[in-house]
């Protein structure tokens, strides 16, 4: 694993070939946000920024989604997939914000955690975008890129959030994350760009080979010699 120092330059070099990297999740109050982050697992940030316009029009706080009807609701976020599950982790959520913070969003981990379908990563998106509270969400690229790179050696999101954590100074946090997200979306795909990659030069995979590695072809069976023809008499 890379140390501390070494972890911030690959960083800042990524910032550099990914500029203003920022959450694509559209949102203008930190409750938006957090609804939309719940509403971003196993889908696309544009398939939700599609569904929820509509959304925030209908429900605008968590006072009206924690009474808001299940049926209509699910209506509302249909698109973005498995909208029963989500559905209901909006409401739970909306109810434990009415009910413990007067509808207002917390800005600490531990309140935000403690509501029904937030985790670490979705209290993080909430932190540093919305609250002004420094935070790296661990998504599925973070964990792809940081291991790759050699950034963070682990699978557990939790785990790869204390080893980036640890060497980068809290202001660099958020942006840290949306840089990797973006990376790994636009370069460091499950199939990599590595000649796209301003880092390919100090990443781990890139040196061992495994980063663009293809698997290996199946040999072609031999071609069978053409038996002569007999000769007619």
């Not at 029904?116 to 973070?142: E, Y």
């Not at 990659?197 to 040999?219: H, I, N």
Request: net charge positive; glycine share 8%.
């Amino acid at each position: 694993m890379k140390t501390a120092a070494e972890s911030r330059a690959l960083l800042r070099a990524l910032e550099q070939q990914h500029p203003g990297a920022d959450t694509e999740l559209r949102y203008s109050t930190p409750f938006e946000l957090l609804v939309a982050t719940i509403l971003s697992a196993q889908t696309t940030d544009a398939g939700v920024n599609a569904a929820t316009p509509a959304l925030f029009a209908r429900y605008p706080d968590a006072h009206a989604v924690a009474n808001a009807d299940p049926a209509a609701l699910e209506h509302l976020i249909h698109t973005t997939g498995f909208f029963r599950q989500k559905a209901r982790a909006l409401v739970g959520m909306a109810q434990g914000l009415v009910e413990r913070h007067g509808g207002a969003v917390p800005a600490s981990m531990e309140a935000l955690v403690a509501l029904p379908g937030v985790g670490r990563k979705t209290a993080n998106v909430v932190l540093g975008h919305a609250l002004g509270v420094p935070g790296l969400p661990v998504d599925r690229h973070v964990l792809r890129v940081a291991n790759r790179i050699g950034l963070a050696a682990s699978d557990d999101p939790e785990v790869v959030e204390r080893q980036l954590t640890a060497a980068l100074p809290r202001r660099k946090w958020t942006v840290a994350s949306d840089t990797l997200i973006l990376h790994g979306r636009r370069v460091c795909k499950p199939k990599p760009l590595c000649d796209r990659c301003a880092v390919r030069g100090g990443c781990d995979a890139f040196a061992s080979g495994a980063a663009g590695a293809a698997a290996p072809r199946k040999a072609a069976p031999a071609a069978r010699a053409p038996r002569p023809r007999a000769r007619r008499t």
